[in-house]
């Protein structure tokens, strides 16, 4: 159903003239996020400054059967927050405050529109960081809706684990709490983890309690290159069989070194190559680096260096997430479509071959890389969305990238999330669990307004 006159009148009796706006150019910026998919442009766009605000507007669109589309900064990759069926797009922009640090309880209390580095500039006077690193500069809301992870889970867990509490407007606009500030609880069914992850599908997320971590005393960044992904990935298994306590350990493969290098002008060896890090104190930190070269060099590493320095850091991660830039940069007047699936570790490197082979297969341009501590790894691949055939195979791509995980036990999505893009993978995934899915979905949202058509479709 479609913002109607009553129901815009209603909104401007609850919000300011500024908080509200029909302006084609906010709508098809709210139209999108970052993935392949096509736009859409809400009705209206609306900015509450509160959780009561949220209520009320929740409320209104009960009442009207209106579609709601929670909106953080638009960096999703499956088409979260396109609004397909119209409605009102809810942009937390305005709702982006660091409530409470609470730096001997470890925890943060923070609104839905606190980006990661807004949050860790702020964390920093405490010597404090939040662990999830998904890349983009995300909002915190958002992270939690599509379970966020990166290259830090290896070593602190994804999204889902740095959650003690959230506060949620529900699809009728009563407002509830899922947790507290406890570290550990038996007590009701956990709700932190139906929310986190259930893509503004359950309700609007306007306030979270995180954990965060102490800053590490030391920090050692390296690079070690391989002959094959095989051998790449059977170091990082044997690492972590050793007990080397690794913060973050992600794969890149050749075709992705050759792009980096020519997008930072920096000179790798172009072959398999591990970005590490390692976080700790110092004397520990020494045994794990001398312990995990003599590991990579059983597995035929052919160059290891690490860097300590905060600047070289920094430019060494700079190649790793600068990636999907540097693809971007490399093929213009094209789209990037990215892939993400999880599997387990031991089945990584087949998968990565097998996703290779198929690229190179159907002609397409792409690279790989994956946060091989998890098992979780993607294929980044340029398209042209004026190119029929070429949409066709991309598609086939993806799902044979898809098919190729789930055969193994593994998921169609290990951070990116369901959004309109994994939809179609879901029965096969979870099979009768779909039933309990879909019946959590219709007693909390029996009308669908809350990000309808996205993972959870009710078949009426």
């Known amino acids: 159903m479609h913002v109607t006159l009553n129901v815009f009148e209603e909104l401007k009796r609850i919000l300011k003239d500024e908080q509200l706006t029909m302006n084609e150019t906010i709508l098809q910026q709210h139209s999108k996020d970052e993935s392949y998919h096509t736009p859409h442009t809400p009705d209206i766009v609306v900015y509450p400054d509160s959780t009561e605000e949220v209520s009320e507007i929740v409320k209104v669109a009960d009442k009207h059967g209106v579609p709601i589309v929670p909106f953080g900064v638009g960096s999703s990759l499956e088409g979260h927050v396109i609004p397909y069926d119209k409605g009102i797009t809810i942009d937390f ?24 580095m807004q949050l860790n500039k702020e964390l920093k006077k405490y010597g404090l960081f939040f662990s999830v690193d998904p890349g983009a500069d995300a909002t915190l809301g958002g992270m939690a809706a599509t379970n966020a992870s990166g290259t830090t889970s290896v070593r602190y867990g994804v999204m889902r684990d740095q959650v003690r509490d959230l506060e949620v407007v529900l699809p009728d606009g009563e407002i509830i709490h899922t947790g507290n500030m406890a570290q550990k609880s038996s007590s009701g069914y956990n709700l932190n983890s139906l929310f986190v992850g259930s893509e503004g599908t359950l309700g609007c997320i306007t306030e979270l309690t995180l954990k965060v971590y102490g800053i590490p005393e030391h920090i050692v960044a390296g690079r070690a290159s391989f002959p094959t992904v095989d051998d790449a990935v059977a170091a990082v298994v044997s690492t972590l069989q050793a007990g080397v306590p690794i913060a973050r350990v992600e794969l890149v493969d050749e075709i992705s070194i050759r792009q980096t290098n020519l997008y930072n002008e920096t000179t790798y060896e172009e072959r398999p190559t591990l970005f590490l890090e390692f976080h700790g104190n110092e004397p520990g930190l020494k045994h794990d680096v001398e312990f995990t070269k003599e590991i990579v060099a059983d597995h035929g590493c052919r160059e290891i260096a690490f860097e300590e320095d905060n600047a070289a850091r920094n430019k060494l991660w700079e190649a790793r997430h600068s990636l999907a830039y540097a693809f971007i940069h490399g093929h213009p007047g094209r789209k990037q479509m990215v892939t993400d699936v999880c599997v387990p570790i031991t089945e990584l490197a087949g998968a990565i071959k097998h996703a290779r082979n198929t690229i190179d297969e159907f002609g397409l341009n792409g690279g790989l890389l994956g946060h091989v501590g998890d098992g979780n790894y993607h294929a980044i691949v340029m398209i042209d969305l004026n190119d029929e055939e070429e949409l066709r195979k991309a598609d086939r791509l993806n799902e044979e990238i898809v098919e190729y995980a789930l055969a193994r036990g593994g998921t169609c999505t290990g951070e990116h999330g369901v959004g309109i893009g994994k939809m179609k993978y879901q029965e096969r995934e979870h099979g009768k669990a779909m039933q309990v899915m879909e019946k959590i979905k219709l007693a909390l949202d029996p009308k669908e307004i809350m990000n309808p058509h996205k993972l959870i479709h009710l078949k009426k």
């Not at 922009?93 to 990661?116: A, C, S, W, Y």
């Open 93 to 116: 922009t305005h709702m982006n405050k660091v409530i409470e640090v609470r730096e001997k309880d470890f925890l943060v209390k923070v609104q839905p529109g606190v980006t990661r």
